[in-house]
């Protein structure tokens, strides 16, 4: 018996096979659920040729969050497949402009910029849930993913602060969802060699950083540790935790200089 038997999950955001959301998608199937995925339609393509590796290819949809219309139609377009309810949701989505907004570029960054980090890594968490509320069930849960944002990091710049008003929005986000029993939750994972990584430049220190001072160690290549957690909060298995912030990182989050 998996954890998650019988339940429906969206999962966005699957992108490539070394993603966070694929590699939850693929544990979220081998624990029993039905996973329906999403992804901007210039990025379908990639998605549909990357969840051929899973055992069983999911419905994918497309879906760009900060579109209020297609958020509007979400429902309607879920119904279609078949599902009228959702046990969860993973929310993977976050994006800045890595050459005005990342990368040392803080004090040069124009609110444009800030302006599309922001709605696009905070304000659609919040936007995501609201427009699928009428759809979830008494005990479904929503997971979004961050990278700990309590302190300022190299590189990070504007998404950084785009995360910790994700990492803000959250508690509020479980406040008020929480009269209808769901659970809104983050996993704050270590750095993982994602292409979204990848396109910050002087990021790949952030692995050296890691493999220094994290207790336990720390692999960015493998995503399954980080997967786990989120498949874990969507399940019923933290039944009364919410608002909350799960660190996967090897416990670096924990320690001092």
Sequence with gaps: MGLLDGRTILVTGVTMPTSIAFRAAQLAQQEGARVIVSNLERAIGAT???????DVEPDVIELDVTDADQLTALPSVLNDLGVDKLDGVVHAIAFANPERALGGAFLSTEWDDVD???HTSTYSYVALARALAP????????????????????????MGVAKAGLESANRYL???????????NLVAAGP?????KKAISGASQFNDVWSERA?????PK???????????????????????????????H???A
């Design 215 to 219: 207790p336990l160690g720390w692999d």
């Design 135 to 158: 759809m979830l069930t008494q005990d479904a849960s929503v997971v979004g993913l961050t990278f700990d944002a309590t302190v300022s990091w190299p590189f990070y710049d504007w």
């Design 174 to 184: 479980a406040r008020y969802l929480g009269k209808d029993g769901i659970r809104c």
């Design 192 to 196: 993982l060699d994602t292409v979204a």
């Design 116 to 118: 599309v980090a922001l």
């Design 48 to 54: 549909r040729r990357a969840v051929r590796r899973l």
């Design 222 to 252: 493998d995503s399954t540790a980080v997967a786990r957690a989120i498949v874990s909060l969507l399940s019923d298995w933290f039944p009364a935790t919410t608002g909350e912030m799960i660190h996967v990182d090897g416990g670096l």
């Design 254 to 256: 924990s320690t001092g």
